[in-house]
């Protein structure tokens, strides 16, 4: 029983319109469910993916109107990336930002890739990976429904960074209870005086399947909100493992939501020691057990559960437009 990589990282907006704007016209993602919040119908979560919605694409949102921003800190996602097929593309990608005025770095190494990071409207943080043919888990297939290159298309899921103050909990439930395996390390970007950042990969490993410890003790905890990543879900290949990881997390004393169904994945939620979220979430049915996939995210997706409420969540919506 082994996680395959990352399923989908969840991240705050304070602005579904930007947000999809940002996302489908200068990311070029396919927005591949348009769906609600299924705590708060009133508000979107939204769904960006490959051509396909292949598992381990998705960067998703929970549009939350009004809340405050991000502090950055410990015990947190800090940062997520998104992965391209070469270094090419991150020129591309950064000709792209300074054309479109979107903040960014210069082209950096981290754990031995070419890498781009970037920050959206609200601050996300953002990290371009390229693959450069790299082995371990497959990439996805860039959407060619935008004026992005496919060549230059987003692929899917990278590594996501958790910063924490003491790293050793964090690495147990890693190594001890999800099976992830150290590969590596890297200088901290944030300077010589800091710890290396270490790198701890699942399934297949490459990029698509890494998480990153970096150890910050003399940074603040982390305050949560738009812009800020909520929870990473790590894929489970089906639902008969699922409810064997389930049966695990309470076997082993480790609280837990208890089983979920989203509909398009079933889900389970809990804490690690430094309170980031996790998810393991299945990569079956998929997000074309209720669309087809030529029209995925064109209209309003609810689950069964919800199905009967439409005409009152729809009038409570905003519409999601395009600006030409």
């Not at 054309?99 to 031995?112: C, D, M, P, T, W």
């Given at each position: ?40 119908t ?15 694409t998705?960067?998703t ?110 690495v ?79 076997g ?8 979920v ?49 439409r ?14």
């Amino acid at each position: 029983m082994e996680l395959k990589g990352i399923h989908h990282v969840s991240i705050m907006t304070g602005k579904a319109e930007k947000n999809f704007e940002f996302y489908t016209k200068v990311l070029g993602m396919r927005l591949v469910k348009k769906g609600v919040n299924q705590d708060d119908t009133t508000s979107y979560h939204l769904f960006y993916g490959d051509a396909v919605a292949s598992p381990g694409t998705e960067l998703t949102f929970f549009d939350i109107p009004h809340i405050g921003p991000s502090y950055p800190g410990v015990s947190s996602i800090s940062a997520s990336s998104l992965r391209v097929a070469s270094t090419a593309a991150l020129q591309y990608w950064s000709d792209r930002f300074d054309e479109l005025n979107v903040s960014h770095e210069e082209i950096k190494q981290r754990a031995g890739r070419d890498t781009l990071a970037f920050q959206d409207f609200e601050g996300t943080r953002i990290i371009l990976v390229a693959d450069n043919n790299e082995q371990g888990v497959a990439p996805g297939t860039a959407w060619n429904g935008s004026d992005v290159p496919v060549e230059y298309g987003i692929l899917g899921l990278g590594p996501v960074t958790l910063t924490v103050a003491k790293p050793d909990a964090t690495v147990m439930i890693l190594t001890e209870v999800l099976g992830f395996r150290r590969v590596g390390s890297y200088p901290s970007l944030a300077g010589e005086q800091h710890a290396d950042i270490e790198v701890y990969a699942t399934g297949k490993g490459g990029a698509g399947a890494e998480v990153h410890i970096e150890t910050r003790p003399e940074l603040p905890v982390a305050r949560l909100g738009r812009g800020g990543v909520h929870h990473v879900a790590f894929r489970v290949p089906n639902e008969a493992e699922y409810d064997v990881w389930a049966n695990r997390l309470t076997g082993l004393g480790i609280p837990n939501s208890g089983k979920v169904d989203r509909h398009y994945f079933r889900a389970l939620y809990f804490r690690e020691p430094n309170g980031i979220l996790f998810e393991l979430s299945t990569d079956t049915p998929g997000f074309d057990v209720d669309e087809s996939m030529d029209s995925l995210g064109e209209t309003l997706s609810l689950p069964p559960f919800l199905e009967g409420r439409r005409a009152d969540i729809e009038a409570k919506l905003r519409p999601l437009v395009l600006n030409d």
